[in-house]
């Protein structure tokens, strides 16, 4: 069993930067993809960022540039730094695990319960 917990959600101006953090309790094997998600007032949940084992990352277009996702395996944490926000990037903020790679909405198998960011313009 893997339990996943964010932090270091919270209200920033536009322009500004974010760290978000995910703790992982429980073994996380090294085949492992994670990821992070948002989701919006009234929108769906949708894909952020992902890292597969190999290190190989990829991001959503309207990140691309802006958000960079980085993993600490000694301290079992992924992290999603944050800089550039705007107020279209408010929302809940979700981290993931999958088993299988490019760690997708519809396959993780582990999820957090969420960290709030929220920008205002």
């Known amino acids: 069993q893997v339990v996943l917990v964010e932090s270091g959600g919270g209200s920033v101006q536009a322009g500004g930067s974010l760290r978000l953090s995910c703790a992982a309790y429980?073994?996380?094997?090294?085949?492992?993809?994670m990821g992070w998600f948002r989701q919006a007032p009234g929108k769906e949940r949708e894909g952020v960022a992902v890292?597969?084992?190999?290190?190989?990352?990829s991001y959503a277009d309207s990140v691309l540039g802006r958000f960079t996702i980085s993993q600490d395996h000694a301290k079992n944490t992924l992290y999603l730094q944050m800089n550039s926000l705007k107020s279209e990037d408010t929302g809940m903020y979700y981290c993931?695990?999958?088993?299988?790679?490019?760690?997708?909405?519809?396959?993780?198998?582990?999820w957090g319960q969420g960290t709030q960011v929220t920008v205002s313009s």
């Open positions: 993931a695990a999958s088993f299988f790679s490019g760690c997708s909405l519809y396959d993780a198998n582990y």
């Open positions: 890292i597969d084992s190999d290190g190989s990352t």
């Open positions: 429980g073994y996380i094997y090294s085949t492992y993809s």
